[in-house]
């Protein structure tokens, strides 16, 4: 099993910026990709941004001129920086990847709160 946990979470005015985690644990696991959806109230959870399996990265069109993906492999953590937050960007953020262990899973973080107010 792959635990995903995210943090960085929060509440943060119109036009400031947060960075969230996510860490990936468990044991016996190879990351295939990873990366971060979001689902705000009465909506369908919406894809931000991912690392795919050979290392390239795939945004949302219409948020890749403010959030940015990065990862540190060696710690299983992607990050999402996320710039000049609207308050249209408010939701709960996923962390989500796919991994080997005997099976190629699909796994969700908790996710974590972001409000950001006008």
């Known amino acids: 099993q792959v635990q995903l946990v995210e943090s960085g979470g929060g509440l943060v005015q119109a036009g400031g910026s947060l960075r969230l985690s996510c860490a990936a644990s468990g044991s016996g696991f190879t990351i295939k990709s990873m990366g971060w959806y979001r689902q705000a109230p009465t909506k369908q959870r919406e894809f931000i941004a991912s690392f795919t399996g050979d290392g390239g990265t795939n945004y949302a069109d219409s948020l890749k001129d403010r959030f940015t993906i990065s990862r540190d492999n060696a710690k299983n953590t992607v990050y999402l920086q996320m710039n000049n937050l609207k308050p249209e960007d408010t939701a709960v953020y996923y962390c989500?990847?796919?991994?080997?262990?005997?099976?190629?899973?699909?796994?969700w973080g908790q996710g974590t709160q972001v409000t950001v107010s006008s």
């Open positions: 989500n990847a796919k991994a080997f262990t005997t099976y190629v899973g699909n796994y």
